[in-house]
T-cell receptor, first 114, second 111 residues
Framework: AQKITQTQPGMFVQEKEAVTLDCTYD???????LFWYKQPSSGEMIFLIY??????QNATEGRYSLNFQKARKSANLVISASQLGDSAMYFC???????????FGPGTRLSVLP | DGGITQSPKYLFRKEGQNVTLSCEQN?????MYWYRQDPGQGLRLIYY???????QKGDIAEGYSVSREKKESFPLTVTSAQKNPTAFYLC??????????FGPGTRLTVT
């Protein structure tokens, strides 16, 4: 079964500190993609970062990095130097079915404290 | 600017009425998707389309219908058969092996 698990319903982090949001996945597809999206209170879904299953190096985009551990089937998002504007819901997602479909996790609500 | 537009942002309907949500993209993406999101929840797939004139049911297609007559457009109709239609609806598009771009969403309230 294709599934994304995010075990942290809510997280708190102090401004300027780093935070890790957990994501584990399950798929039998030999090739897949992993994504993280941010959803602020406005509701829009903002693409943050992508990791391909065959990529050797962990993806990075500015303050975002994806800690990809294929053997453990985990794709954790690391946000460095948290900012107040990082407060939002964060969704881990996976592209499956040979690129035809996407599966989303339940999300983690991150709150950045001043 | 390339992107996805969804209109309207807020939509109110009486119970028993069908309502159509618009989704248009100018990104030249082949694939388009419709998701439903309930408060505090994740995204659930309603329908998706990989090419024009073809679409597949997602996990919660009952009470919804779609069409894909043009590459740019993927409207979603919420029918009176949908028992609990009040929700936030998100449209997305993607290229093969790419990530999804999302529209701003439509908040539908049915009373």
């Amino acid at each position: 079964a294709q599934k994304i698990t995010q075990t942290q319903p809510g997280m708190f982090v102090q401004e300027k500190e780093a935070v890790t949001l957990d994501c584990t996945y399950d798929t039998s597809d030999p090739s897949y993609g992993l994504f993280w999206y941010k959803q602020p209170s406005s509701g829009e879904m903002i693409f943050l970062i992508y990791q391909g299953s065959y990529d050797q190096q962990n993806a990075t985009e500015g303050r975002y990095s994806l800690n990809f551990q294929k053997a453990r089937k985990s794709a954790n998002l690391v946000i460095s130097a948290s900012q107040l504007g990082d407060s939002a819901m964060y969704f881990c997602a996976m592209r499956v079915d040979y690129g035809q479909n996407f599966v989303f996790g339940p999300g983690t609500r991150l709150s950045v404290l001043p | 600017d390339g992107g996805i537009t969804q209109s309207p942002k807020y939509l109110f309907r009486k119970e028993g009425q069908n309502v159509t949500l618009s989704c248009e993209q100018n990104l030249n993406h082949d694939a388009m998707y419709w998701y439903r999101q309930d408060p505090g929840q994740g995204l659930r797939l309603i329908y998706y389309s990989q090419i024009v004139n073809d679409f597949q049911k997602g996990d919660i297609a009952e009470g919804y219908s779609v069409s894909r007559e043009k590459k740019e457009s993927f409207p979603l109709t919420v029918t009176s058969a949908q028992k609990n239609p009040t929700a936030f609806y998100l449209c997305a598009s993607s290229i093969v092996d790419g990530w999804q771009y999302f529209g701003p969403g439509t908040r539908l309230t049915v009373t």
